[in-house]
């Protein structure tokens, strides 16, 4: 089988190393238009579980990538000067750059034909693969081509946020909450490297216009998000790389192939960077298409249907859980008048995914201090 590979991010290059391993045989051709060594973003965070699903089928690059992670087991949430640590809540994290590095030495290792800085313009110049996977991002190029086939829905959540890095080293993933005379700011942050950490400054639409951001240059806006959160950076500098404000983009697909054409990642579906999930997703997409290939070898219709029939439900499920997270999100600075310990509760339930018995299973020495705060106030009203 010839497959060329559209996109040389963690599930493209994850899929041509996995399928070229498995299938030696095989030609397997990767296209990325950007060199070797660049990437937008700076670390990628990983739950406590989701390297699991990596570890039962390759263990070998689970072994690659986890000595190279930072790791930690809480939450420190951070509001009007109060820190609260929901414990319980593993997650590691390594460098996007790094991550994509790792993979790249497994991909050659296995004799996978890598073309960086090779942007693919139209999809005649692929003629004669027998499959093309696009695992070519946002703004894919087969699925722009094909969006009636696909069944392709894009629409943006209304906050507005900047990606950047800083070296300051922050002990567990952290979200600081900031009022300020214009508006409400939240930073999610969290190390991946021993001096590196990922800053991403998020507010709201009226916040960003009362700013007037729109009109700022990126350095005006690194100095105004350095101003805001100054106690948190600590004398530290945000590192912008390509820090331009976004609206989170929702991409979903009804259809997964068409044609000769698979879809897989952020090609595919997105997830709010609040439950940290796109690129597992990517990953996971890669291992679900092999082996929906590997099990309908003679039929590749057939083949690409399996892979959509298994793999949606899941996604589904947790696109679904994505976007309650991020309508929370949406609503941050109303959750922010609440006492610290309801808020903490509250934004820790946000997803749907954690009840109150799992709570208290998970995270016994949060409860307990949210159970004595709420013991307080009754004794209070007495």
């Known amino acids: 089988m010839r497959i060329a590979v559209l996109g040389g991010g963690p599930g493209g290059l994850y899929f041509a190393y996995l399928w070229k391993k498995r299938h030696p045989e095989a030609q397997v051709d990767l296209f990325e238009q950007n060199a070797a060594g660049a990437t937008w973003g700076f670390g990628v965070v990983f739950s406590e579980q989701a390297l699991e699903f990596l570890r039962a089928d390759d263990p070998e690059t689970v072994g690659v990538i986890a000595p190279r992670m930072e790791s930690w087991k809480n939450i420190t949430l951070s509001l009007r000067g109060e820190t609260i640590e929901i414990d319980g809540v593993g997650f590691s994290s390594i460098g996007r750059l790094e991550l994509l590095n790792l993979l790249q030495e497994r991909a050659r290792g296995v004799g996978v034909a890598a073309r960086y800085e090779t ?97 700022m240059t990126i350095e005006q806006s690194q100095a105004v998000c350095e101003e805001v959160f100054r106690d948190t950076l600590d004398g530290h500098r945000l590192i912008s790389n390509k820090s331009v404000w976004r609206n989170f983009p929702w991409v979903w697909n009804e259809h997964w192939s068409y044609r000769n054409m698979v879809l897989i990642g952020d090609a595919l579906h997105t997830a709010h960077f609040s439950i940290g999930s796109g690129t597992r997703l990517a990953i996971e997409d890669a291992i679900a298409l092999t082996k929906a290939l590997e099990a309908r070898s003679d039929d590749l219709a057939a083949a690409l249907e399996r892979y959509e029939a298994e793999r ?8 679904t859980a994505a976007r309650t997270s991020a309508e929370w999100y949406e609503r941050f600075p109303d959750h922010m008048t609440r006492a610290p310990m309801d808020f903490a509760f509250s934004y820790i339930t946000r997803s749907g995914r954690i009840d109150l018995p799992r709570l208290r299973t998970m995270s016994p020495q949060f409860m307990a201090r949210y159970d004595a705060a709420h013991g307080a106030v009754q004794e209070a009203a007495r």
């Open 119 to 215: 942007q693919i313009d139209a999809l005649d110049e692929l003629r004669g693969y027998d499959l093309i996977v696009a695992a070519d991002g946002l703004n894919s190029l087969v699925r722009r081509g094909f969006e009636g086939d696909f069944g392709t829905s894009v629409s943006y959540s209304s906050n507005k946020f900047a990606w950047y890095g800083t070296t300051r080293r922050f002990p567990t993933l952290s979200q600081t909450f900031v009022a300020t005379d214009r508006g409400t700011f939240n930073a999610h942050h969290y190390r991946y490297a021993p001096a590196m950490s990922t800053f991403l400054v998020e507010c709201d639409r009226d916040t960003w216009r009362r700013y007037g951001f729109a009109d």
């Open 312 to 319: 949606k439900p899941v996604v589904q499920k947790l696109v």
